[in-house]
């Protein structure tokens, strides 16, 4: 079963990218060829310009703070595993403090290397860090995997309390969810929403193996167009009835609306 997920806002679109860059980035550093590691370090600075944009870091400190506010009304429910509850509301105390021990701004100890800043500024030039262009580049590619991982490991230790948070608030948000049986009818599905409660995330899971789904959403309505592609032309409309699962997420915890 195929699975897609859709932000309804800019804050949730950048968690998600930033989330599916460092899932390759930490791929391709275990992998270890060279090449890996190359495709590695150039994520890494796709990573530096993503989170250049606006205060992430006090976003997601308030992100934070507000789920675990959230998730302590339920301290003492007996329907709800306490163990569990527990568990995560530790592991959101761990993700801020380990944000708010480093008072740089996120990224600022890479922006401050010289030699990545060098190899960043060649990296935006299509095929721009061959060895001809940036010898000292091609020299880091040619040290050992455990030297080159240690570098890695360097670099992005400043880091991972960012991707710590994210994977910890997207866990959250995904399992906020009810999942709907739908299906769409000519391949099409439009639904309306009241607004009252914005919605954060949509995600659609679909067995069908020629279709994918088309999303254009807002806080008041959620339109789904599934397309079929041929590999050579536009996608294509499917015409067919399409069964798929929908789950739109929205954490507001207990006692909100």
């Known amino acids: 079963m195929s699975s897609y997920e859709f932000p309804f806002n800019e804050r949730i679109r950048t968690y998600l990218r930033l989330e599916d860059l460092f899932v390759k980035m930490l791929h391709h550093i275990e992998v270890g060829h060279e090449v890996n590691h190359h495709v590695a370090l150039l994520t890494l600075?796709?990573?530096l310009d993503l989170i250049d944009r606006g205060?992430?870091?006090v976003d997601l400190l308030q992100e934070l703070d507000r789920h675990k506010v959230q998730l302590s009304f339920l301290q003492g429910n007996p329907n709800i595993d306490q163990?569990?509850?527990?568990?995560t509301l530790a592991s959101l105390d761990r993700c801020?403090?380990?944000l708010r021990s480093d008072h740089q701004k996120l990224g600022q100890s890479l922006r401050d290397n010289d030699w990545l800043m060098s190899v960043k500024q060649r990296a935006g030039i299509p095929g721009g860090v061959c060895e001809f262009?940036?010898?000292?580049?091609?020299?880091w590619l040619y040290l050992t995997v455990e030297r080159r991982r240690t570098d890695f490991?360097?670099?992005l230790t400043r880091l991972m309390p960012m991707?710590?948070?994210i994977r910890m608030i997207l866990q959250l948000l995904r399992g906020s969810g009810q999942v709907l049986s739908l299906v769409a009818h000519k391949g099409a599905y439009q639904q309306q929403l009241s607004g009252h409660k914005p919605a954060q995330l949509l995600r659609i899971e679909i067995s069908h193996d020629e279709c994918f789904p088309e999303v254009s959403a807002n806080k008041y309505a959620i339109n789904i167009r599934f397309q079929k592609?041929?590999?050579v032309q536009r996608p294509k409309a499917c015409e067919q009835d399409i069964a798929f699962k929908m789950i739109i997420c929205n954490f507001t915890g207990p006692g909100h609306n």
Not at 83 to 87: E, F, M, P, T, V
Not at 133 to 139: A, E, F, G, Q, T
């Open 133 to 139: 262009d940036l010898p000292s580049y091609r020299h």
């Open 163 to 165: 991707y710590e948070a």
């Open 83 to 87: 163990n569990a509850l527990g568990d």
């Open 229 to 231: 592609l041929d590999f």
């Open 153 to 155: 490991s360097q670099w």
């Open 45 to 47: 600075l796709q990573i």
């Open 55 to 57: 205060d992430l870091k």
């Open 96 to 98: 801020a403090t380990s």
